[in-house]
Structures are given as structure tokens and as C-alpha cells.
Nanobody, 124 residues
């Protein structure tokens, strides 16, 4: 059983920054495909960013140039640096991971492990 614990959310003003973290208990974290998703009230969970085991990254268009996904395999931790925050970034953010690579990495159904979620609220 793999445990993901995400943290770092909070309240920020528009234009501000927050950094989320995701601590993983998996001994083979370095080989996991990892991602961030978010879910706003009344909306479906949506893909935000992806990091392959080799460090390849991908972002949804709305966060490109503002958010950066990274991972520290020595610490079994993934991060999401969020800059230039906008009110529309307000959501519960979830980290997700899976030991198996799948090309459909924007699909939440492809991930077997999830964090509990951390609230990000951006005020205008």
C-alpha cells in the first residue's frame, strides 16, 4: 500500500505564489509516474501537471508558464510551484501516482494512488 500525503495549500492573493508538496511512502517512488489534479466546487477533477519517472513534464494550457512540477526522488517528494496565481486556480489540489506508465496521463483513472487533497484559495 502506497500512501501519498499532499500539503502546502492555503490562501493567496491573485498574483501570489504557493508551493504544494506530496510525500510518498513508495520505496520505488523514483519509478512512479506522478501528477497533480485539481477539483473546483461543482466541477470535475481536472489534470494540472505531470512528471514521468525520467523527469518529462507536461502541463495543462491554463497553467503553462505559471506552475512548475518537480520531484526529489531522494526525498520521495513531488512539488508544484504555483506562481502568478489567479482566482480561477481556486480548487482542492490532489497529487496522484502510479507505478505503471500510461500514455493517457491526463486521465485520473490511470492513477492508483491519491493524496487526500489540499485546498488552494486565491482571492482577487
Amino acid at each position: 500500500q502506497v500512501l501519498l500525503v499532499d500539503a502546502g495549500g492555503g490562501l493567496a492573493q491573485a498574483g501570489g505564489s504557493l508551493r504544494l508538496s506530496c510525500d510518498a511512502s513508495a520505496r520505488t517512488f523514483s519509478s512512479y509516474a506522478m501528477a497533480w489534479f485539481r477539483q473546483a466546487p461543482g466541477k470535475e477533477r481536472e489534470f494540472v501537471a505531470y512528471s514521468s519517472w525520467s523527469g518529462t513534464t507536461y502541463y495543462t494550457n491554463s497553467v503553462k508558464g505559471r506552475f512548475t512540477i518537480s520531484r526529489d526522488n531522494a526525498k520521495n517528494t513531488m512539488y508544484l510551484q504555483m506562481n502568478s496565481l489567479k482566482p480561477e486556480d481556486t480548487a482542492v489540489y490532489y497529487c496522484a501516482g502510479d507505478p505503471n506508465y500510461n500514455s493517457d496521463f491526463m486521465n485520473p483513472a490511470e492513477y492508483g494512488y491519491w493524496g487526500q487533497g489540499t485546498q488552494v484559495t486565491v482571492s482577487s
